[in-house]
């Protein structure tokens, strides 16, 4: 029994892949977030594009108004204003501060 505590002790065949792994997996995990950071960057990016198209669409009107022999229609017009959030690059990141 001793002899065989003693091997198991001293056996390093599995140190070498185990240690390994651990790396590989350590440089896989750390690429997952940077990746997924830059991902998730974009897709605020490209929203925020979108977000700027559908508010920069000019949604004016005018319709004149028909006058004939028997009647008449006065016409309606709706004027777009600017909304505040109409502007391009809304959306800022914030700066990377220390922990309080």
Do not use: R, W
Request: glycine letters at 10%.
């Amino acid at each position: 029994m001793t002899n065989l505590i003693n091997t198991l002790i001293h056996d390093e065949a599995g140190f070498i892949v185990s240690a390994e792994l651990v790396l590989v997996a350590t440089v896989g995990v750390l690429a997952m977030v940077v990746g997924l950071s830059e991902v998730a960057l974009n897709v605020n990016n490209e929203l925020e594009d979108i977000g700027s198209a559908f508010g920069s669409m000019n949604q004016t009107f005018v319709q004149k108004g028909v006058l004939g022999h028997q009647g008449y229609s006065a016409g309606t017009e709706f004027k777009d204003n600017a909304d505040h959030c109409d502007n391009t690059c809304d959306i800022q990141p914030l700066a990377p501060h220390g922990e309080f």
